[in-house]
């Protein structure tokens, strides 16, 4: 199972890693660590219940921030300091959010993401949306309501019958 998961979404992780800390060596130390994790929640992970690259990136992302913390509450030692690289925000939750909302679209119908995409991403207003996809701006209201509400249960974990 932890070989599988690994295979599909070990990449994923070793890139987001790669990205957060900037060094490959402590990016494949969090891949490592991530899969232990994964591999001590098996059955909670393979009963479905959320998405599994969702949860490998969030542990890899709280992997990162435990160790920047750690680092944080000692002196700094000369190995640690990089000249090369100047402080950066940490924009990691942002990427994981995308990450999780992109895989929550792909998942719901093409409906409900045209919907979204319009409305959110595009800036649409309703009518707007519904001149653009074709349909009713009541259609277009209820769309959005499944929409999001099928959206909610993919990334909150919680499984929903089929929507309209």
């Given at each position: ?12 992780v ?16 969090i ?11 098996a059955n ?8 599994i ?5 969030t542990?890899?992302?709280?992997i ?8 944080a509450?000692r ?5 640690d ?27 719901v ?7 979204v995409v ?19 701006p009541?259609?277009?209201?209820s ?13 909150g974990g ?7």
């Amino acid at each position: 199972m932890i070989g599988s998961w690994y295979a599909e979404f070990g990449d994923s992780v070793l890139m987001f890693a790669t990205r957060l800390t900037g060094d490959r060596a402590a990016a494949e130390d969090i891949v490592q660590e991530t899969l232990f994790r994964a591999w001590k929640h098996a059955n909670e992970l393979a009963e479905g219940n959320g998405s599994i690259r969702g949860w490998l990136l969030t542990v890899a992302r709280n992997i990162v921030t435990d160790r920047a913390r750690a680092r944080a509450v000692r002196p700094v030692e000369v190995g640690d300091i990089d000249v090369r690289r100047p402080a950066a925000g940490d924009h990691s939750e942002s990427v994981v959010n995308t990450m999780v909302v992109r895989e929550a679209l792909n998942q719901v119908s093409a409906e409900h993401r045209d919907v979204v995409v319009e409305l959110y991403y595009r800036g649409s207003s309703v009518t707007e949306a519904a001149r653009e996809l074709g349909v009713p701006p009541g259609t277009v209201k209820s769309r959005t309501y499944y929409a999001l509400r099928a959206l909610r249960a993919l990334i909150g974990g919680v499984e929903v019958g089929r929507e309209r």
